[in-house]
C-alpha cells in the first residue's frame, strides 16, 4: 500500500477507536443546568438516529443533546469557517438551562455568551 493511504486508514482508525481525535485522554463530563461550559473544539458523531455534538473544554469532553447539536448546527450555517475558529481560539462559552414557557411546558436552552 502507498504510504499516504496508510497514514489515511490510520487517521480513519484513530476515530473509530475513540470517538473524535480531541477525545483521546479527556475525562467524559456532563454539562450541568446552568453551568457555563467553555467550547475550544466540538465535532459530529453518528447516533443511532441522528447526528449529535461532542464539544470540549480542553481538559473534558462531553455529549450534546439534541437542543445544543441544534446549536452548534446552526453556528455551522450561520458563520464561516474561519469564524468559527477565531471564536474557538477564544473559546465558546455556553450555558445551558433548564426553563418553563408560559404554558407551563418545560424545555431546555443552550445560550452562547451568557453575562
Do not use: W
Amino acid at each position: 500500500m502507498k504510504k499516504d493511504l496508510m497514514s489515511l486508514i490510520s487517521k480513519v482508525k484513530e476515530i473509530t477507536a475513540s470517538g473524535l481525535p480531541f477525545m483521546e485522554g479527556k475525562e467524559k463530563t456532563d454539562l450541568s443546568d446552568g453551568e457555563v461550559y467553555t467550547v475550544v473544539e466540538y465535532g459530529y458523531l453518528e447516533g443511532d438516529d441522528k447526528e449529535f455534538v461532542v464539544l470540549t473544554d480542553g481538559e473534558t469532553f462531553c455529549y450534546g443533546g439534541s437542543i445544543v447539536t441544534d446549536a452548534f448546527k446552526a453556528l455551522d450555517e450561520k458563520l464561516t469557517d474561519d469564524e468559527i475558529k477565531e471564536l474557538l481560539a477564544e473559546g465558546i462559552s455556553m450555558k445551558i438551562s433548564k426553563k418553563k414557557s408560559k404554558n407551563g411546558r418545560k424545555y431546555t436552552a443552550c445560550e452562547f455568551f451568557p453575562q
